[in-house]
């Protein structure tokens, strides 16, 4: 565990106050286990609510266009979020596999070499630490120190050689969060459709408190994907409704455009 709190440094870097960076470096606390645990899987859970809320509620938009009924909006609706949902699960489950047993191919390829070819694996160290401005003498130095300790030695040459930063994320977790996130965040749009029956004002305004409703969920994820951007909130929320609004519009024209085909 770093002794570094690394929430309070970059709120301090935000704030470019070096009397908060000093202090975030202190030795206080650091974040607990489960909380870093949570943090791997927040872009999927961003990420997949987004790609929800926006495919579902194109298809709503889509179907409003038409000028088609309530229940179609319902069955293409809830269609979409099963299928939509299991695609972009399966394909976060296969994604984060792969790049997981790449990474430690890549890290048996490189434990094999420092053990066999020591020599070799040095210099390339020394070459990429000159080509980042040391000295070769100062990046000789380096690597006799590195090369004594061959598990740092073999995750330094994994970055730095290979770009490649490991971690520990689940493809199942990932999946599960994705396909959760989706189908949560998708039902949004299809909410006033739903109580349309039971509530009076949703039979009447159905398709403009469903875009209220989408509109204010798109904002409050759009706000919350600061947390892997790390930019404005307002701005990130904003941004994210415009994407948003355009998806919706053009689902809904192309509706309209077609709705004699229906």
């Known amino acids: 565990m770093l002794s ?25 606390k650091a974040p607990e286990e489960h909380n870093l645990e949570q943090g791997q899987y927040i872009k999927s859970l961003i ?29 293409l609706g809830f269609a ?12 976060d489950y296969l994604s984060t596999k792969a790049e997981n047993e ?5 890290r048996e390829r490189e434990t094999w070499e420092v053990e066999n070819y020591p020599e070799g694996e040095i210099q390339e160290m020394v070459e990429i630490y000159m080509h980042k401005g040391m000295t070769e003498e100062d990046a000789k ?27 520990d994320e689940s493809p199942l977790k990932n999946a599960l969060v994705t396909f959760f996130s989706f189908a949560i965040f998708g039902f949004i749009p299809l909410v006033a459709y739903v109580f349309a029956s039971f509530i009076p004002i949703f039979h009447t305004q159905t398709f ?52 004699g085909l229906a």
Do not use: P, Q
Not at 48 to 75: E, N
Not at 147 to 153: E, F, L, R, T, V
Not at 213 to 219: A, E, I, K, S
């Open 4 to 28: 570094r709190n690394l929430d309070k440094a970059k709120d301090a870097y935000k704030k470019k106050n070096v009397e908060e960076t000093i202090e975030a470096h202190k030795g206080n």
């Open 208 to 259: 403009v408190i469903a875009s209220i409703l989408t509109g204010l969920t798109l904002f409050a994820l759009g706000a919350l994907k600061v947390r892997v951007t790390g930019k404005n909130w307002f701005t990130s929320g904003f941004e994210m409704l415009i994407v948003g609004g355009i998806a919706a519009t053009a689902a809904y024209l192309i509706g309209a455009v077609l709705s």
């Open 80 to 91: 979409n979020l099963i299928a939509d949902g299991l695609s972009m699960a399966i394909g």
């Open 47 to 75: 990420y997949g609510g987004l790609d929800g809320i926006i495919t579902t509620f194109a298809v709503v938009a889509g179907v409003a266009g038409a000028s088609l009924s309530a229940g179609i909006v319902l069955i």
């Open 102 to 106: 790449y990474k430690e191919i890549e």
């Open 141 to 167: 130095s380096v690597m006799a120190i590195i090369s004594k300790y061959k598990d740092a030695w073999v995750d330094i040459m994994m970055v730095e050689e290979l770009g490649i930063i490991e971690d």
